[in-house]
């Protein structure tokens, strides 16, 4: 048996987080938080998120459980939550998940967990430059880029942070410097990414939300963000195009 | 000679209403309201308004008339007149209808009403159910129904008034207690609808609105709505489908 | 060199105007004022924007100079410009235009100015009618209008300012009165315009600003707009189109 209360807009975050990259993903219930984690079928992204119990409204488990969730069909029914609107998931038997809210109650068909794709490993990256910044203004970045390319590099020196796109004819760079930055080691780096999977990694999140950056050069970028009003953590691992000398 | 003032909103609802089952329909200019009833093609649903004089800012009409109105049209042209806007309806010769607000007048050919199917007599219905709740709620029990279902379940009993609506593997229940409604008679009765009309219904709601639903047990129901804060009143009419036992 | 800071919104207003008729044009940095010219390809209507020096927050320029821009392209960034924000533009080669706002800065390629279309010289029209109103007002005319026809009238005698359009079995007219309008010389005039550009032009207009229409019989339009909180003159001359008897 499962029981959790939770604000929706956490939800809305988590759901809409893991179809960016799967259309199904396993739920882990577990003593000290909510965690899933999936990879996308073309093997260049991985999604983790993380609610901790602290920031569950209720949380009542009665063993450490694993479901398996359409996670489209329940990113579409938390899209009609109100903001500051509580919702219940509850898990009475095996066969199905039930999302309350308001006076609404829907009963959604769990899958059998052994049924989707094995979960990845996290990988163990070591990326030198970490940037902190408003997650809307990177938004912005990354939609203006999308305009001119379909490939964008993140650049980090001791004179700030940049994401640079070139297009036939036109060029965009966006940049934040020490000052603009809430937090920056000011470390060299330097890789490429497909806007295609940034584009849709951006959507978690709103303004006023923290984004942090780890990049490497060359290397796999990891973008955390805390959403939900800092209530819920999602992270995505993308891997880096290869620059075209 | 037609002459008559009124809250534009009451013009939008009340063409809004029509047009979710006619393309035409016969408005009638009485000396106490303005009212219009109409079937659609299908023979499946009714929708009757009324307007009372009392809620219409000037009335003035040399003898009871009726003329025949092209609703989509005139729903089309309200559809741009402004919250709290008055609007001036004229009907000088057979002709023309002229609908005037801000600083347009349109001039709208009327249809001659022989050209327009005959108008249903208002079934007496035996309804045991009685409930009164908000359209605005009621507006997204349907909304969330109609993404996994094309019929839906109205029941009520000592328990409350429920929705349920039931897809492939999924399953919805709206679910208001008699604490929730605004006025509940506890009576038992259970008939399953089409959505695909109910969901045309519910547009002529906004919240706030009050509806009262009068059920029976397969057998059509009737939804009045009380729109443009109380001035102007739409009831449907629709026919019940058969639930495969 | 050009280096200019000026309101977004004055960019917004400015390569709006233009993209209504063309692609491409000639901006003119002056002493005194940035100025721009152009006909469409059909030679029915000329656009003309003038943004006085004053107007600007900053203005350098080492010597008069003429560039050749893609509108569109600059108009498509400049949409993405928030309300209040202030924009440079920067010329430090021939070769490209820098538009800077918020963290972003775009590199956009200029346009070689003898490879766009010859300006038009500005004609000097004699229209005895001028009609000064809210441009927010003439905009929904126009919109009503465009629903029932492709064509519409404008016309101003003693009695006020007309636009006027007829569908097939609609007729639809926008009148104020000389109490209605901001200024009226109560001239008589009347001309008929395609609504297709009409349209387009009043796309540049806000509610609140100001539009200046002079008027003749059968010959062509001016509509001068001030926008951008008058900071921008933009001005359309329309040919008229012939009236069937």
């Keep these: 048996m499962i029981d959790v209360i939770m ?3 956490i939800l809305k975050s988590i759901t ?3 179809v960016a990259l799967v259309s199904e993903a396993r739920f882990h219930f577990m003593d000290d938080k909510i965690h899933s984690r999936a990879v996308d079928p073309a093997n260049v992204a991985m999604v983790i998120f993380d609610v901790s119990r602290e920031n569950l409204e209720a949380y009542s488990i009665d063993e450490e459980k694993t479901v398996g969730v359409d996670v489209n069909r329940i990113y579409d029914i938390a899209k009609s939550i109100k903001r500051n609107e509580l919702v219940e998931l509850k898990v009475e038997d095996e066969s199905a998940l039930k999302v309350k809210f308001g006076s609404v109650e829907y009963t959604v068909s769990l ?3 052994s049924a989707i794709r094995k979960e990845p490993k996290i990988p163990n990256l070591e990326l030198p430059a970490k940037i902190v910044l408003d997650a809307g203004e990177f938004k912005k ?3 203006a880029a999308d305009r001119i390319s379909d490939h964008v590099v993140f650049r980090s020196d001791s004179t700030g942070f940049y994401v640079e796109a070139e297009g036939d004819i036109d ?3 966006f940049h934040m410097s020490e000052a603009e930055l809430i937090e920056f080691n000011k470390a060299e780096a330097r890789s490429m990414f497909s806007i295609e999977y940034l584009k849709e990694f951006v959507k ?3 303004i006023g939300d923290l984004l942090t950056v780890h990049l490497g050069t ?3 970028v990891r973008l955390v963000f805390d959403v939900s009003g800092g209530k819920a953590r999602v992270e995505y691992i993308l891997a880096p195009r290869i620059e075209a000398e």
């Design 7 to 9: 604000d929706g807009e």
């Design 16 to 18: 809409r987080a893991m």
């Design 111 to 113: 899958i059998d967990p």
């Design 141 to 143: 970045a990354i939609a």
């Design 171 to 173: 060029r965009i760079v």
């Design 204 to 206: 978690v999140a709103g």
């Design 218 to 220: 060359n290397y796999p």
